[in-house]
């Protein structure tokens, strides 16, 4: 009995201990000595090392396609998908205690421990327009986490995703391989990424006489300042967005914008467009889906690249546009000339938030 008894107490205290060193390590800040960064899309793959092993983290939507206006209409409650993995193994990290925090536009919306025993986490957003995110779900008894899967995710309600634009992530990785295997301070990797809420736009413009509805979507950030002029046939719209070339540099970026035009109108009527981003020319990067016979979506889509061209002479040459919020891109859209050359078939594209874009032909190259 004694044996026994002394055993127990040996192992009560080796428990005490780990615990009391997990509450130590996740109580006080960490140096962080890797940082791994992504802006702007619906799914993010950031790369990372730990130790010998790759060490990525995968942050995505379920479904891939988010707007203000599915998530008004349909009620949707979308997942975020959060899987740290060895990309040369594809093989999840298991045990992984994630410190997530979510803000939009400098407001820390949420911030908290998360478990999952399988590496894969499921935060499930129910859109509530609230002054704070109430966490629903069990929590993992040894390390007190939030535990979730994505067959049982945690569900996050609150002010996520209420409203369209870039939201903002950090994810530090507390453990891997076990509940308790705290990582040494320098493996502690701080995962920094922005996903998108598509910001939908509806307007009625005058053409020839008619009212004809307008719907634009932004991937980026919330849109503003639309106008049109139906003798120039020229549509403007506006988001905010920083022009800084370090950060633009130091993340993974994608803008993109889709406007949505029925068909049959002076507007749409050469099934071409050109457009310019804060006067800068951008026809090469537009692509028209004529698939609908009823309307045509164009896509305004500017890869990381061609973001940083236009930064470049952003920059250097003085044309920067603000309004009363700070510096903002700004989006030029008008009917080209009939366009020689298109492309149909349909177009595969890596990005989540693209969806399903059909046939579709080129930006007119006229300028």
Request: glycine share 8%.
């Amino acid at each position: 009995m004694r044996c026994r008894g002394f055993a127990s107490l040996v192992s009560f205290i080796s428990i005490s201990i780990i615990l009391v060193c997990f509450i130590v390590v996740y109580t006080f800040p960490l140096p962080i000595y890797n940082r791994a960064f992504a802006d702007g899309l619906s799914q993010e793959q950031i790369s990372a090392s730990m130790g010998s092993r790759k060490a990525d983290l995968l942050i995505k939507t379920i479904p891939t396609v988010v707007t203000t206006e599915t998530i008004q209409a349909s009620k949707q409650k979308p997942t975020i998908e959060f899987r740290l993995f060895d990309s040369n193994t594809n093989k999840s990290f298991s045990h992984v205690n994630y410190f997530i925090t979510i803000d939009k536009n400098g407001k820390v919306l949420l911030s908290d421990w998360f478990h999952s025993h399988n590496g894969d986490l499921g935060l499930q957003v129910d859109p509530v327009n609230t002054s704070k995110v109430e966490l629903i779900g069990e929590h993992e008894p040894l390390v007190g986490g939030y535990l979730g899967s994505l067959d049982k995710p945690v569900i996050a309600e609150g002010p996520i995703f209420v409203n369209g634009g870039l939201y903002h992530f950090t994810v530090r990785v507390g453990t891997v391989d076990c509940d308790t295997c705290i990582l040494p301070a320098e493996q502690q990797h701080l995962y920094d990424s922005s996903l998108s809420i598509g910001s939908v736009l509806n307007r009625q413009v005058t053409l020839n006489d008619r009212q004809v509805p307008v719907k634009v979507i932004s991937y980026y950030d919330k849109l503003k300042n639309f106008t049109f002029d139906n003798k120039t046939m020229q549509m403007q719209f506006t988001m905010p967005f920083n022009w800084n070339l370090k950060r633009i540099n130091s993340t993974n970026m994608f803008v993109h914008q889709e406007v949505y035009v029925p068909k049959s109108n002076a507007f749409t009527s050469n099934g071409s467009f050109t457009g310019k981003v804060n006067g800068i020319d951008v026809t090469k990067q537009i692509v028209v889906d004529n698939s609908n016979p009823g309307r045509d979506i164009i896509h305004v889509m500017l890869p990381k690249d061609n973001v940083l061209k236009i930064a470049d002479q952003v920059n250097r040459n003085e044309r920067m546009v603000n309004d009363s919020a700070g510096p903002i891109m700004s989006f030029e859209l008008q009917p080209g000339q009939m366009s020689h050359a298109t492309t149909s078939g349909n177009m595969s594209m890596s990005m989540g938030s693209m969806g399903s874009m059909g046939s579709m032909s080129t930006g007119s190259s006229s300028k």
